[in-house]
């Protein structure tokens, strides 16, 4: 039995997919995770929601990647 290997992803990475956006644009911002990835293009700012499969398929490349944030820092949230 093959166990599923995700891409790791971050809320602010941004992300180059293959196919340019109708605008022209490549480049993408990650605005929600889960089953779905919510991306923003970054040259027209239209909001697109993506199947997590289909997201991972159409990946090219991580332009810059947000940092995660690490519960184990004991940053307090007040």
Known sequence: M???KFVEVHLGD???LRK???C???DWTVVRLGADIGLRCEKCEHRIL???SVFERRLK???SRAVAADPSLGVDSN
Do not use: C, Y
């Open 2 to 4: 093959s166990t599923a």
């Open 14 to 16: 941004v992300v180059r």
């Open 50 to 52: 993506l199947a997590r």
């Open 20 to 22: 340019p956006h109708a």
């Open 61 to 63: 490349s991580f332009l």
């Open 24 to 26: 022209g644009g490549t």
